[in-house]
């Protein structure tokens, strides 16, 4: 908040910004500011508050610990799992009543916002990798790791990897400038077209 303010007072001061930037401005003023402090353990900033108490902070010390997965397997993770508890938190008023039907209808609204059938494998696995930890710490009664599908994602993606070879011919017959730069920019997508 002190440091938000700061940046209001900056802004004040420091007249040559336009009004339509002064929010992108304060913005970048506030995460510098906020970076050197915390760089030179200067900044006191709030303890988080986690959905359902204590659960994400203790899987996060499972992961890294027993399991001994890769630090940023464990940033990915721990942020897919923090995804899910905060939308459940939205429904659920305990961890214990969250059950298997909430995991697909979260999965599903993830599909519904065009999440590739690769990211949801990841974040399915993810959650399983939650509910087999909280019911081996006893957690959650009902068995719900084994019941959440991880979608089989091909191992080579079939989809085209560029454009057609009509839409090249297209690029290529269009009008180019008589500039240097455009003569050089025509020449560099016959290099593309001939060599992939």
């Known amino acids: 908040e002190a440091v938000e303010s700061a940046s209001k007072r900056w802004l004040k001061e420091v007249r040559r910004f336009e009004a339509a930037n002064a929010h992108g401005f304060s913005k970048s003023f506030t995460l510098a500011a906020v970076g050197w402090l915390r ?10 508050e986690y959905p359902f108490g204590d659960l994400l902070p203790e899987f996060e010390k499972y992961i ?3 399991r001994a997965m890769a630090k940023g397997t464990v940033i ?3 942020n897919s799992v923090a995804l899910f508890l905060r939308w459940a938190a939205e429904r659920h ?9 909430d995991v697909l209808d979260h999965l599903a609204s993830l599909r519904e916002r065009g999440l590739k059938p690769r990211s949801i ?3 399915a ?6 509910f087999k930890f909280t019911e081996a710490s006893g957690r959650t009664k009902s068995v719900v790791a084994i019941g959440i599908p991880i979608p089989s994602v091909p191992r080579y993606d079939l989809g085209p990897k560029g454009p057609r070879w009509s ?4 690029m290529l017959a269009t009008p180019r400038g008589s500039r240097p730069t455009d003569l050089r920019a025509h020449a560099v997508l ?6 992939g």
Request: charged fraction near 20%; avoid cysteine.
């Open 93 to 101: 008023e305990t961890f214990e009543t969250v059950m298997l039907v």
């Open 76 to 78: 990915h993770v721990t």
């Open 64 to 66: 890294s610990g027993p």
């Open 39 to 48: 760089f030179h353990n200067a900044l006191h900033e709030p303890a988080p």
């Open 121 to 123: 494998a990841s974040k």
């Open 125 to 130: 696995q993810a959650l399983r990798t939650l």
């Open 190 to 195: 016959f290099l593309f077209a001939i060599y």
């Open 167 to 170: 839409e090249v011919r297209r």
